[in-house]
């Protein structure tokens, strides 16, 4: 059938199954927004206040479903604002497909209004990108793109789409949903290995990253650890795939882990890593980096293995397929000694905890708002965050009870991308959605709450309000000498009414049992709802690792003080 | 660190070149030189690259061009394969130095390309060592422009990388 450039692309995409975009319209995708508007009972648009919105709705939409998240965008200024919405969904391997307009092929090179080079700008933070030029490779370029977003170590891709492209005439036929590429099986000699070495270790630890996240693996891994007496930690990214119920897991490793999970990392004799990239947030100064582990790594991307940290054996295959092959090769074991260890840290952990909460004296701290959260959110609640410190202590203390439902910016760390990640996750998974957001990331993109309103997208705002840029202060107070350079901001905004005049509901809560009740209704509330939660601007995310040093130099409490 | 010779199939497309070498700058590789050209079959160029670097940098180097869609194959070329230069260069022609520079494009089996009361233009072909030697002899009689093409190579016997 003849159809027109723009329409193609809108076929295309409801072709590969896409249901909901997100983007905002202008001059050179005019056309476009012509065929979303005529095929609005196929394919759902969902119009943010900003493009860079729409670019972080569609990435959370992708986390918290697994689906290739859309989002769409003008030329020039348009593409442009797209750019920290990719660059973040690269940094995180999530799978999307950005579509934006360009001017008209003849007035491409000619510095023509709106006209930006959005290819050459996006180069190094897509997965792979495309002008296309040609409508006659206008479908299949959209069909490879989602193939490749997809497939392997997941991550987006952008489609930049000249103006008389999008009018030009062209056949289009329907075709199936462009399938993942299958990644080649390990070899049995590879199994074998990652096996003997395994058999031999008496202090396994598993240690699992985004790959193992977005794979849905947690129950592979939860049995595995149960058959060989392991313990689980994981990178911040690997946040979610383990309930947080199960007993051998240890939550996060890494610059603000776990204490129990970054030392017993330390302790281990075999890291079995799951997904993992190894960042430098994940594993300090790397010439330290578990010194006495053997390391196993599983990963789809053979340029992960000794990039950053050297491994004993690196597996670059299916990751579900060598994982499951692994565990049912293995025996059953017991480490009683490891189990003891574990403990001992477990209970290390425990009591800096509760000296913490002795000396909060009952105030909100942090922790007490995210204690209230877990008690309070119904099953399958989505939690997304903003960077800063409110992103650490959620990723530390939330509970999660299954894969894709935290949703936060890891490797780019980008403020500003929770709350149009927030709105793209639930309208993608139709579940309870909370954004954990802080004073300074939600005034960065806070615009979208009118997204939220107009589309009547009830997310709960928790805004961890201490009115400074919390984690670069607590940085300031560590090793820059007390010295506030621009974090503490001074603003007079009231939340509450910010809240009102965008026609969502505002309430404060400054104590714990206001916190709760405001946060019960705001679940209550079907409308999308600002609590304005007020904490003290000393808290600390404890424990820290200090930039560039290794588990040796962690500081557990306010006083600098280290492990004992 | 050791010198080494990368040799890329791309595709032959625009914009492909700028993937490739734009990777090498956003990840800190420094390279010595890079030629690109058409092959035998149009749909692939060819890229050569030579550089200096450890073990670490050559496979963090092949395994990012891997990663890039465009790129069909990377090789790093055997420890002798078949290099080849070209360099055009400019030196200065007089009475006294004439009859030194001409034999030494003899010896060398350069060629004379332009030649003016004051400048003689010489092509030279090579291994990157010959011409590296001849640039140095050329030094005292005065070069006044030169002008290098970076290294070819191919690997030794009748295998083609396409399919190794």
């Known amino acids: 059938m003849k159809m027109t450039g723009a329409e193609i692309i809108v076929n295309t995409l409801i072709e590969q199954g896409v249901t909901d975009v997100f983007g905002y319209p202008g001059g050179q995708v005019l056309n476009i927004y012509d065929a979303l508007y005529k095929n609005s009972d196929r394919i759902n648009h969902i119009l943010t206040a900003h493009e860079q919105g729409a670019a972080h709705a569609a990435d959370g939409y992708s986390r918290a479903t697994g689906k290739v998240g859309v989002c769409i965008a003008t030329s020039g200024p348009g593409a442009t604002n797209l750019v920290t919405g990719i660059a973040t969904a690269m940094l995180d391997s999530v799978p999307m497909v950005a579509i934006t307009g360009n001017v008209p092929c003849p007035l491409l090179g000619r510095d023509s209004f709106q006209e930006i080079d959005i290819v050459g700008v996006t180069l190094p933070i897509t997965k792979h990108n495309y002008i296309v030029k040609n409508i006659a490779d206008l479908a299949d370029t959209i069909r490879e793109a989602f193939s490749i977003a997809k497939s392997g170590r997941p991550g987006p891709v952008l489609i930049d789409v000249p103006k008389d492209v999008q009018i030009a005439e062209y056949d289009f036929e329907i075709q199936p949903v462009a399938p993942k590429i299958p990644l080649p099986k390990a070899e049995q000699s590879e199994i074998d290995a990652a096996v003997d070495m395994i058999k031999e270790a008496k202090r396994p630890y598993i240690y699992i990253g985004g790959g193992a996240a977005g794979l849905g693996m947690g129950k592979e891994i939860m049995a595995l650890a149960e058959k060989i007496d392991a313990y689980i930690g994981c990178s911040f990214m690997g946040l979610s795939a383990i309930p947080n119920s199960c007993e051998r897991f240890l939550g996060m490793q890494g610059m603000h882990g776990h204490f129990a999970s970054s030392l017993a990392q330390k302790d281990s004799d075999l890291i079995l890593a799951v997904g993992v990239r190894f960042s430098d947030r994940a594993t300090g100064n790397a010439a330290k980096f578990a010194k006495n582990s053997k390391i196993i790594q599983l990963d789809p991307d053979f340029a992960e293995i000794n990039k950053n940290i050297n491994v004993d054996l690196g597996i670059v295959a299916d990751v579900y397929d060598s994982f499951t092959r692994i565990a049912a090769a293995l025996p059953r074991a017991k480490h009683p000694e490891w189990n003891e260890l574990v403990g001992s840290l477990k209970a290390r952990e425990a009591d800096l905890e509760k000296k913490a909460e002795e000396r909060a004296k009952g105030a909100l701290t942090p922790k007490k708002v995210l204690d209230i959260i877990n008690e309070k959110k119904p099953a399958h609640t989505v939690i997304a965050t903003d960077v800063g410190q409110h992103q650490m202590w959620a990723a530390q203390y939330a509970d999660f009870d299954g894969p894709r439902r935290f949703v936060s910016s890891g490797g780019l760390g980008t403020m500003g991308f929770g709350l149009g990640a927030a709105l793209g996750a639930m309208v993608g998974s139709g579940d309870p959605t909370v954004l954990i957001t802080g004073d300074g990331s939600f005034g960065m993109n806070l615009n979208e709450v009118a997204t939220a309103v107009s589309y009547n997208i009830p997310v709960v705002i928790v805004l961890m309000n201490n009115g400074v840029l919390g984690m670069v202060r607590q940085w300031q107070t560590l090793f820059f000498g007390k010295r506030y350079s621009n974090t503490v901001l001074g603003r007079q905004t009231d939340f509450v009414k910010l809240a009102e005049a965008f026609g969502a509901i505002g309430v404060r809560a400054a104590t714990p049992d206001e916190f709760a009740k405001a946060f019960e209704d705001a679940l209550a509330a079907g409308r999308p709802v600002i609590i304005d939660t007020l904490i003290d601007k000393d808290e600390f995310v404890l424990p820290m690792l200090p930039p560039g040093g290794s588990i040796d130099d962690i500081i557990v409490n306010k006083e600098g003080e280290g492990n004992e | ?164």
């Open chain 2, 1 to 164: 660190m050791s010198k080494f010779v990368i040799a890329v199939y791309v595709d032959n497309k625009a914009g492909v070149l700028t993937r490739v070498t734009s990777m090498f700058t956003r990840r800190g590789f420094n390279i010595d030189a890079l030629t690109v050209g058409e092959t035998e079959n149009p749909d692939y160029s060819r890229i050569t690259i030579t550089l200096d670097g450890d073990d670490y940098m050559r496979q963090m180097m092949i395994n990012q061009m891997k990663k890039l869609y465009n790129v069909k194959k990377v090789e790093v070329l055997d420890d002798a394969p078949i290099t080849r230069e070209l360099m055009l260069i400019k030196v200065k022609n007089n009475r006294e130095t004439r009859s030194d520079v001409l034999d030494a494009t003899n010896v060398y089996r350069a060629k004379v390309i332009d030649y003016t009361a004051t400048e003689l233009c010489i092509e030279i072909t090579g291994d990157p060592t010959k011409i590296d030697a001849f640039v140095k002899l050329m030094e005292p009689y005065g070069i006044l422009e030169m002008c290098r093409t970076g290294i070819v190579a191919l690997e030794r016997g009748a295998g083609t990388l396409l399919n190794k």
